[in-house]
């Protein structure tokens, strides 16, 4: 599907040059074993350590330009790097090196009947694209876990971090370099420009594939514009049920949870659908609650009711609201007469990330378990359990919200593909 | 992704109308057990065989026309449909009830630390797209292999094939319908033109996955062109490789068969490199046995020197033979200086689908396999038997060359996604 291959290597421009030079370094990846992939990420975790100072001067810069630029302090501390955050990467990246290798599992195995040995082995994808923003740590994340699982990685941070990016990245070559495998196996895709992007995005055949981290403006990007295989992560327009036969006081504490633990990442709820018959005791209770959090209902007719009832502020629902991913102390409330309805809202606005259902009633369980198509479903628990250390993954590349090849919490198997090997002794059909 | 979730159903187009359609009834065939849809798959054979009048009638207006715009005969044999083809079209159904239904498998699961039950289910993939030249039997395969995973299909055969592909559809909807199934599980792409694609392609969020089956320019098309995920299928460049330590007779044998068995299909081969050490015993004696199975040699200066000596015609190879997918009694051919050469040669030049080793010595096909990045590689055995009912998997919607979410023969499992299912009793963090 490329031209690639028959265009000399000094006339490509420096993205598909990286691209290429990621391809050759791939091939390398691909046979080691465990041991020597281990050892580079030992020598990573340890030069992360050594050159700290190194990585916190080049962040600085990037600190700088951003005060300058008058970015919020929020997104300022999310680029920002200390000591003891690059000790957290380190170490992060020792707890790779104890997770088993995907690459060499036999996912499937048979004797065929005409004597023919089939294996179907786990192996690498080959070049993993990284498009990213603010945080500097998915450098290193990234970058560890396609090493572990045999990939090539090209990253593409935003262009505010490109500094401590371009720090990171030699520190992680070097390391890996003095591993003794090919520092092209890591690269951060040159230029700030946006053009870097749109040729990353071009460069199928070179590219396996592209995973996209961050906004949905990002991901809605990076899927309308790629021909490289892509894979969307992390958006959650999440949802809790509360069904007629939950356990209100439960119900509440998982609402709470989902909702207020942590607003801003992907798996806290957006939106709380409540069964009619149980509204009128559970929204009084959930209201004081949510309220205590300080969380904002945006409700339906029912909970502005309520609202006025208990003496709390609730914000009218628009259509907007059941599609909204806040990330804030914000929630859309609705009430709906029945589990299928709330099923059918659900159908109508999820992005397929977790949906939960509170009940205590096994067949609104498996109805909801089976109608809801999502990368998660939830009976009895909070959403913000969907996550790779959580699910026992041990680390996660993101939380795929499509349904090809890799679908919820992605960990190291989900960097993988497979290869049939078939082994005769001069067999013909 | 798409904003048809709140666009009035009336002002969709036809294709979208279509889609929102299908996804309906995804969500209806999603829970279904397997019973219910083996008995719509049983409804079908026994339709097509009851209807088999009405669906040769509608073939004989595509044959006409097709007679019309002077198709030539292979083409028009391709097309056309007979009671005998009919009669194996239903009789392939009825073998796709005898398979397991992949939906609702368990692929993972475990009890976490904190007592929540992790499941990781199968589950379809929703609405599958099928974009397909020539044969009108792919339409009753595809809609088969869809239905028993769970699948809604949208189905868009060439426009040559559209009176035919009417009828069948018409023959397979009232059967589903007839088994108490939605008939909008299974639907003909509506309208002939080149727009009914495009906007197929582009219906991201609406359809979960399109398969293009065809030539290299149709799959190409469809990668460039579409937002909606794709699984290529079918190119094959298919290369045999000769080691220093093969069985030479057997490598003979191997190579016939791979070439000339049935030169029209993606599993067979379309080089043959052969190690320089080697060369002189095995090239005179390819070039007979591959003469006499009517093949022509595209080969470099080693095998016109040597047909030069046999007495065989060698055509020179030029760069293009490298890269081509004949399809035909043709096979291009060189000689390398190694094992590495070889897998250099295939890296740069293969399409992914299958690479054959034929050598003696475990090194070699331990390296071989390892190098070498293909969907199949094969041991000491023919490329042909890269094929899902070969495999064993009973049936195939196609073989995918590319390395995410399938690779390889793809069977019913790889017709589906995954959902994790996460039950707990009250569970936050």
Redesign the interface.
């Known amino acids: 599907?490329t031209s690639v291959?028959?265009t000399p290597f000094d006339d490509l421009s420096p993205v598909l040059q990286a691209a290429y030079r990621a391809r050759a370094a791939a091939?390398e990846l691909?046979?080691l074993p465990r041991a020597a992939k281990d050892d580079a990420l030992l020598a990573i975790a340890d030069a992360l350590e050594v050159r700290t100072r190194e990585i916190i001067e080049a962040n600085a810069a990037d600190i700088a330009r951003a005060r300058e630029a008058g970015t919020s302090d929020t997104v300022i501390d999310r680029l920002t790097l200390t000591p003891e955050r690059i000790r957290v990467i380190a170490s992060d990246v020792r707890d790779i090196v104890a997770l088993p290798d995907p690459v060499g599992e036999v996912v499937r195995g048979?004797t065929?009947?005409n004597g023919?040995e089939?294996r179907?082995l786990r192996?690498p994808?080959?070049v993993v694209g990284i498009i990213y923003e603010g945080r500097p740590n998915v450098t290193v994340d990234a970058a560890a876990l396609c090493l572990k699982s045999g990939n090539a990685v090209l990253l593409r941070g935003s262009s505010s971090a490109y500094t401590s990016n371009t720090a990171l990245v030699r520190v992680l070559r070097d390391a890996v370099h003095g591993a003794g495998l090919p520092a092209d196996a890591i690269q951060l895709v040159p230029g700030e420009s946006r053009e870097s992007v749109t040729e990353l995005m071009r460069a199928?055949g070179m590219v396996?594939?592209l995973i996209p981290r961050g906004g949905a403006g990002l991901i809605?990007t990076v899927?309308?514009q790629s021909?490289v295989?892509?894979?969307?992560t992390g958006t959650g327009n999440c949802h809790v049920y509360v069904d007629e036969r939950a356990?209100l006081d439960?119900a509440v504490?998982?609402l709470v949870?989902?909702k207020a633990?942590r607003p801003s990442v992907c798996n806290a709820a957006e939106t709380v659908l409540v069964h009619r018959e149980v509204a009128d005791e559970f929204l009084p209770k959930a209201l004081a609650a949510l309220r205590d959090a300080g969380v904002t209902v945006h409700g339906d007719e029912a909970w502005l009711k309520a609202g006025a009832a208990a003496g709390v502020e609730v914000v009218p629902a628009t259509?907007e609201d059941w599609e909204t991913e806040y990330l804030s102390y914000d929630i859309a409330a609705a009430v709906v007469d029945s589990l299928d309805a709330a099923v059918g809202h659900i159908?109508?606005?999820s992005s397929g990330h977790t949906e939960a259902i509170l009940t205590t009633d096994t067949r609104a369980?498996r109805?909801f378990?089976?109608?809801v198509?999502?990368?998660?479903?939830?009976?009895?628990?909070?959403t913000?359990?969907?996550d790779g250390s959580?699910?026992?993954f041990g680390a996660e590349i993101g939380i795929s919200t499509?349904?090809?090849?890799a679908?919820?919490p992605m960990g190291l198997p989900e960097l993988t593909?497979?290869?049939?090997?078939?082994?005769?002794?001069?067999?013909?059909?």
């Open positions: 599907m291959t028959t091939a691909a046979p048979s065929l009947p023919l089939l179907q192996v994808l080959g199928r396996d594939v809605k899927v309308e021909t295989p892509v894979i969307e356990d439960l504490d998982i949870n989902a633990q259509p159908r109508l606005w369980a109805r378990v089976a109608m198509d999502a990368a998660a479903v939830m009976v009895n628990a909070s913000r359990f969907t959580e699910f026992g499509q349904k090809l090849h679908r919820g593909s497979t290869k049939y090997v078939v082994t005769g002794d001069g067999h013909i059909r």
